[in-house]
Structures are given as C-alpha cells and as structure tokens.
C-alpha cells in the first residue's frame, strides 16, 4: 500500500530524445507526487511536482503526467541533453499522516548520450 | 544562504562501533527528515524531527538506531554496534515547516561498515 514502484531501472537516450520514466502506486490517499534529480555524490533536489487534481504539468523541459483512474504517474523530459544525465526517482506523499514524509520508487538511471 | 550541511561526506567503521551522522537544517527549517539510501534502491524514510522531538520514527529500526534535533546545535543519526547491512548513504533533509514540498537534501553521508 505504501509502496511507489518506478520503471525502468535505467534508461539510455540519444541528444534531443524523449526520456520516459514511469511510476505507479497503490495508496489513494496519496496527494502529492514529486519528482527529484540526483547526481552522483549530490543529494536529491526536487525537479517537479503535480497533486492529483491536474492531469498534466509542465515546467520547460520537463512534465508530469498523471493518470488518477489508474493510479500512475510519469516524467518525460523532452530535447534530452547530456547534462539531464542523472537519477531520477518519483516519490508520493499521503497528506493523512501528517508528517510531510515522502514514499520513494526505487530510481531511474539515466544516460543521455551526444 | 547555505544549504543542508552533512557531516563528515564519508565514515568507515568497524562492526560493533558506534557511527554519528551530523546534519544541519538550512537557516531557518526547524523540521529535519533523515532517510537512507541502499546501493541500487530509492530513499527509504527513517525519522522526522522538530526541535527537541521525534514526531515521526516508523522508520527506524527498533534496536542500534537513535536521532535526536536538540535545541541548540545539529541534528544527530546515531547507530550503535553497526553491522554490515548498515552500510547505505544516509541523506538528511530540512524544511521550514511540515513542508514536503519545500525539502531540501543534503549531499548525505556514505557510511562504510568493515
């Protein structure tokens, strides 16, 4: 129930490609729904987040997609560049528990090749 | 302003010895996450903290494990006697209030278990 499962594990895309990551979750309690980019030897900085009441957000390159009948999520980012070479995870929030804590899927490295 | 401060970047240790990971919150958070990152898995949520409380510790394993947020000074990660299996990045993450969506990361702290 309080699980995110994030797919795939790693990804490989030409320059100027489309990157795909996806994730799916269980708990319909969850409301909010971020993603966050890390690079080797960094900690985790959030690059987008949706709530289930919008069906799509874009902020430059990248965007979310969100399904809510069928309980999944996904980031594309467009025009794929080297430098967007990084691992990506989904993460879901469930605003009952009152924490602020944050469910993350398992990661998605990715390669962006010249 | 400088951002979530984690010390040191990288511990060894030896079984059976005590590890301390330090974190200090960006300039005004007073809410600090720490969560724990396994070769090839996502961030697992160990324990949310306000000054001088533990608000939230289903993450944490019942025995070894202990953190504290004094009033004055870092947040302390504790675990005693480590064993191998401890061995993971532990990130820490600060925010101004139960803000799970203004969480900042830390670079972490890669701990080695020998």
């Known amino acids: 129930q309080q699980q995110v499962k994030q797919s795939p594990q790693s990804l490989i895309v030409q320059k100027g490609g489309i990157s795909i990551i996806n994730c799916a979750y269980e708990?319909?309690?969850?409301?909010?729904f971020p993603w966050y980019q890390q690079f080797p030897g960094k900690g985790p900085a959030l690059l987008i987040a949706?709530?289930?009441?919008?069906s799509e957000k874009k902020e430059g390159r990248f965007t979310i997609s969100f399904n809510k009948s069928a309980k999944q999520f996904s980031l594309h980012i467009m025009d794929s560049q080297p430098g967007d070479s990084a691992t990506y995870f989904c993460?879901?929030?469930?605003?009952?528990?009152?924490?602020?804590?944050?469910?993350f899927g398992q990661g998605t490295t990715l390669q962006v090749k010249p | 302003n400088a951002g979530v401060m984690q010390n040191p970047r990288h511990l060894v240790r030896r079984r059976g010895q005590e590890a301390r990971l330090r974190c200090s919150p960006m300039?005004?958070?007073?809410?600090v996450y720490w969560y724990r990152q396994l070769p090839e898995e996502g961030l697992k949520f160990m324990v949310y903290?306000?000054?001088?409380?533990?608000?939230?510790e289903s993450g944490m394993p019942k025995e070894r494990f202990s953190a504290e947020f004094p009033k004055e000074g870092p947040s302390i990660l504790r675990i005693q006697q480590v064993v191998r299996g401890d061995s993971a990045a532990y990130f820490c993450?600060?925010?101004?209030?139960?803000?799970?969506?203004?969480?900042?990361f830390g670079s972490g702290t890669q701990l080695s278990v020998l």
């Open positions: 708990n319909t309690a969850f409301d909010y």
């Open positions: 300039k005004g958070h007073s809410h």
């Open positions: 993450a600060s925010s101004p209030g139960t803000g799970r969506e203004k969480l900042f």
């Open positions: 903290l306000q000054k001088e409380n533990i608000i939230d």
């Open positions: 993460a879901a929030s469930d605003r009952s528990s009152n924490t602020g804590k944050l469910i």
């Open positions: 949706i709530r289930p009441d919008v």
